[in-house]
């Protein structure tokens, strides 16, 4: 029977344990969960999603005070289309993110940078390609483009030094998406050296329809994209992602031809992750019936998340002074929208609530958006139940190595400690 850890996955001359933790912003994958993966021979991830902010918590850096005192005067606007990036500060804080991760890097795997294109930031492109170049400038090993097509993405960084050096890859969830993207690509001459395939049992933004994710299967789409690229002749790893929950569920795929897999799901109870004790307990608790998909995302995307997220609902009003990550290039956004309806079908109501959509920048920030992968009802099962009600945080070397080494299904169970008195 076997193991993770009888494959290997091959990037360029170099192999590596072919386990990826995905990349969860905003900051719940942290630099310190990347740096297990890789001292451990796999692949880590951070996000650079709200990249000031993250960097406002590590480095005492003030690129959000800032900001928003620049813009303190359009808060009370419903139009947020004069609220831009300073570019250069946004590439200070990719730089100052970035770079410390890497200075601390240890071992034999990699660390890559996740990068939404949906992050629209009121100017697509110049925001994108900054925060792409900051963050090769800082060192990072690979970037993963991801949330969207990226039609243009290689376009943006082509003259970097380290455009053909750093590792690039892109997360789609269709062969079709995958041809478009390697059509637009090709007059560069640059492949991605990978590319996950993220099906729709995976956490937080799907990149399927609201109406017909469930009608798709991961092991369905990867077989697709290996007959396309077989056809093509096109040797890329394929990295299968999304509900692979144990060592087994991995080796499934990597029987197939899969180069490795990415998992997120079981990281988000470790101490690495960036994500509160509290809430992390609300995963942990959570019931199959607790976990949805529904289209309160102002990206368009559906979303799945627990139920019981604090997000779902809230009327707070849009951050975007301070944040303003979702504004497109005219400064919409779609809460903005629904926002602004129903506070003039309100008028003097101090606190309305806003169903259809959600802040997602504030909420995300303060961890009030709890995203979850389908799986996240089975976390109990992973670790002990304390005497005091609540469940036996996990570390990430713990995770890491039960998918690396588990056989049949298993999960190892941690050592028990008893909660603190």
């Known amino acids: 029977m076997k193991r993770v850890d009888d494959f290997r996955l091959r990037l360029g001359n170099k192999e590596y344990v072919p386990i990826m933790i995905g990349g969860m912003g905003v900051d719940i994958s942290t630099s310190e969960l990347a740096l297990e993966a890789a001292r451990l021979g796999?692949?880590?991830?951070?996000?650079?999603a709200m990249v000031p902010d993250v960097s406002d918590r590590k480095f005492d850096t003030s690129f959000v005070k800032e900001k928003t005192k620049l813009y303190k005067f359009n808060i009370n606007n419903m139009d947020k289309s004069?609220?831009?990036?300073?570019?250069?500060r946004l590439a200070?804080?990719?730089?100052?993110?970035v770079g410390a991760t890497m200075a601390a890097k240890k071992g034999d795997g990699l660390i890559?940078?996740?990068?939404?294109e949906k992050l629209t930031m009121n100017a697509p492109k110049e925001t994108l390609r900054t925060r792409l170049s900051a963050a090769l400038d800082a060192g990072i090993d690979g970037i993963t483009m991801s949330a969207g097509l990226h039609l243009g993405s290689f376009e943006l960084i082509k003259d970097h030094p380290r455009f053909r050096d750093a590792k690039l890859g892109i997360i789609v969830s269709s062969v079709r998406a995958?041809?478009?993207?390697?059509?637009?690509?090709?007059?560069?001459?640059r492949?991605?050296?990978?590319?996950?395939?993220?099906?729709?049992?995976a956490g937080g933004h799907l990149g399927f329809g609201m109406e017909d994710?469930?009608?798709?299967?991961?092991h369905t789409i990867m077989d697709e994209i290996h007959a396309y690229l077989a056809a093509e002749k096109l040797d890329i790893p394929l990295i299968a992602a999304g509900g692979i929950f144990t060592g087994s569920d991995a080796v499934s795929f990597l029987e197939k031809g899969a180069g490795g897999v990415q998992v997120a799901t079981r990281f988000t109870v470790t101490h690495e992750c960036g994500l509160p004790d509290s809430v992390k307990q609300e995963y942990f608790r959570a019931s199959e019936e607790d976990i949805i998909v529904n289209g309160v995302s102002p990206t368009g995307y559906p979303m799945r998340m627990l139920k019981q997220t604090p997000a779902i609902g809230s009327g707070i009003r849009p951050g975007c002074e301070s944040y303003g990550y979702l504004l497109d290039a005219t400064g919409n956004c779609a809460y903005i929208n629904s926002y602004n309806r129903e506070v003039q079908a309100n008028p003097g109501q101090k606190n309305i609530q806003v169903f259809d959509k959600t802040c997602l920048c504030t909420h995300m920030r303060n961890f009030n958006c709890w995203t979850c992968g389908s799986t996240t009802y089975r976390l109990k099962d992973t670790t002990h139940k304390l005497s005091d009600g609540t469940y036996q945080i996990l570390s990430a070397e713990?995770?890491?190595k039960d998918y690396q080494f588990s056989v049949d299904n298993q999960v190892a169970l941690p050592p028990r400690q008893e909660a603190a008195a």
């Not at 004069?82 to 250069?88: E, G, K, S």
């Open 42 to 48: 796999g692949i880590g991830h951070i996000s650079d």
């Open 82 to 88: 004069v609220v831009q990036f300073d570019l250069d």
């Open 92 to 97: 200070e804080a990719t730089r100052l993110h």
């Open 112 to 116: 890559f940078v996740n990068c939404m």
């Open 178 to 189: 995958l041809q478009l993207f390697l059509r637009k690509v090709s007059r560069l001459n």
């Open 191 to 201: 492949l991605p050296d990978y590319v996950i395939v993220e099906g729709p049992l």
């Open 213 to 218: 994710w469930k009608d798709y299967d991961l």
């Open 398 to 400: 713990h995770v890491f």
